[in-house]
Nanobody, 118 residues
Framework: QVQVVESGGGLVQPGGSLRLSCAAS????????MGWYRQTPGKQRELVAT???????NYVDSVNGRFTISRDNAKNTAYLQMNGLKPEDTAVYYC????????????WGQGTQVTVSS
């Protein structure tokens, strides 16, 4: 059973930085794409950034140039470096992990709260 654990959330002032981590463990299969999503109350979960096992990245326009996703394949861990944080970045951030079983499936972490406020 794959476990996905996020860490690194917290309270930060506008303009500040945070680094989120997402560690996947317990998989008997290879790990494919990993991604970060976020959700605020009453809204749908939205994509923030994704990264393939080969390192190709994709970002939502609102974070392009401020956030950077990366990963360490040896550790099955993904990171989200968030700089220039804005109040509208406040949300619960969730990590998704694509497990390359047959059929492939997506496993989610429990989420980590990011609050941007003065």
């Amino acid at each position: 059973q794959v476990q996905v654990v996020e860490s690194g959330g917290g309270l930060v002032q506008p303009g500040g930085s945070l680094r989120l981590s997402c560690a996947a463990s317990g998989s008997a299969f290879a790990i494919g794409a990993m991604g970060w999503y976020r959700q605020t109350p009453g809204k749908q979960r939205e994509l923030v950034a994704t990264i393939t096992s080969g390192g190709s990245t994709n970002y939502v326009d609102s974070v392009n140039g401020r956030f950077t996703i990366s990963r360490d394949n040896a550790k099955n861990t993904a990171y989200l470096q968030m700089n220039g944080l804005k109040p509208e970045d406040t949300a619960v951030y969730y990590c998704s992990v694509r497990v390359l079983s047959w059929p492939a499936r997506t496993t989610w972490g429990q989420g980590t709260q990011v609050t941007v406020s003065s």
